[in-house]
């Protein structure tokens, strides 16, 4: 546990490393004007810090920088909670007034938002169909031949299953069917929606319970998905924040992977983990990166992550203010449907 003079002088070289990318010597921490001590007491708390890991000399004679130590410590200690500034809260509210649409298209286009309040590499991911659960559930009469089973979900996508209407099959069976399942089929994921969801038929050949487990069956073999969706936006800001052309190679290469990205996410909402620095979240093709997350909630329930990608020396308050307010304002606008 650092004392006040050392978290505040650690505060101190983070920010105006964050901020110029450069070595901090102690002449630009002795500016600080909250510090009130003399320069020969900085360079002795920042050599300490150094040897107790927090800073690093990168060159002999050159100011320190920051250790992921430091981020981690500043993250979970000293920083303050960020809060956007008029003109982007402004954007974030603009944004959701007009988004519409396919729900693929509004969620790249968030990682498109969350790039412009931050210019890091944003990330949002969409779970499974298995995993969302159903808000509505209708079989709806396309002609004499078809019919089709259409399932909006909790996550904002929209499910169908086309499929062909054998010749008994009357309109008054078809509405029948549709009630059933409406009555039924909310509240269970697409996984649970089967023929365990509806009432058995009285005597065992029920044409209206019958078409509505057909219709399910239509729809769940359609539907299987392997993994959640994922939205990448805003790569282009990787190679504007690293020098190495070999890192950049690597961040990009891994970002391409996407169930390593999906995966990564999931490990640390699993974890209870908002802000993952450096190492700390085992990817070595990353280990130059800090990634911070927040989950998306729709009706109650978790449905999707948003998320940033970017130096570890990011600016943490305004990268959690942003992934904070996007993800809830878009569990706002997918619950409004």
Known sequence: MLDERKSKILRAIVREYIETAQPVG??????????????????????????EGYLRQPYTSAGRVPTDKAYRVYVDEIAQPGVLDDARSQQVRDF???AHGALERMLQHTTGLLTQLTSYTAVVTASTAEIAKVRSVQLVSLSERELM?????????????TFEREPDVSDVVVDGASALLARHGAGSSLADLGEASLPPSPDGDDPVVRLARRGLEELRSRSQRPDDHLYIGGTASVASAFDAVDVVRNVLLTLEQEYVVVSL????????VSVAIGAEHGIEQLA???????????????VGTVGLLGPTRMNYPQALAAVDVVSQRLGERLSEG
Request: aromatic share 4%; with cysteine; net charge negative.
């Open 288 to 302: 130059v990166c800090s990634v911070v997350v927040a989950p998306y909630i729709v009706e109650g329930e978790a």
């Open 26 to 51: 102690s002449s630009h921490v002795a500016a600080d004007a909250t510090l009130q001590v003399s320069p020969a007491t900085i360079r002795n708390e920042m050599a300490v810090l150094e040897q």
């Open 96 to 98: 959701f007034a007009t």
């Open 265 to 272: 996410i999931r490990d640390m909402l699993d974890r209870g």
């Open 149 to 161: 089973l259409v399932a909006v979900l909790s996550n904002g996508t929209v499910e169908n299953a």
